[in-house]
């Protein structure tokens, strides 16, 4: 954590990003995601919004279901860039 005038600040390095990818999302947001789905039942031509969309890995997944009628809303850290722009791409 580093300070900008008397305003704590947190950014994310290389090893929260790796830690985020490989614990939370293999763990946890997948796992959620899909417990969403078949709840919700996306179908192809939906259209989603995935608000806080971090790496991805949300809309990515329901990407796949749907098409190409899913759009992320994330704030522009470094690691969420490194890591969504790869899934979009793919799907």
């Known amino acids: 954590m580093s300070t900008t005038g008397d305003t704590p ?17 293999e763990g946890i947001f997948k796992p959620w995601s899909e417990a969403m789905f078949s ?27 749907v098409g190409e009628t899913v759009r992320g809303c994330f704030h522009s850290s470094s690691f969420s860039i490194e890591f969504a722009i790869p899934r979009v791409t793919r799907a």
């Open 9 to 25: 600040t947190f950014s994310f390095g290389e090893s929260q990003a790796r830690y985020y990818e490989e614990t939370l999302v």
């Open 39 to 65: 709840t919700s039942r996306p179908v192809v031509g939906d259209a989603v919004l995935d608000i806080a969309t971090g790496t991805g890995v949300v809309a990515h997944r329901v990407a796949e279901i």
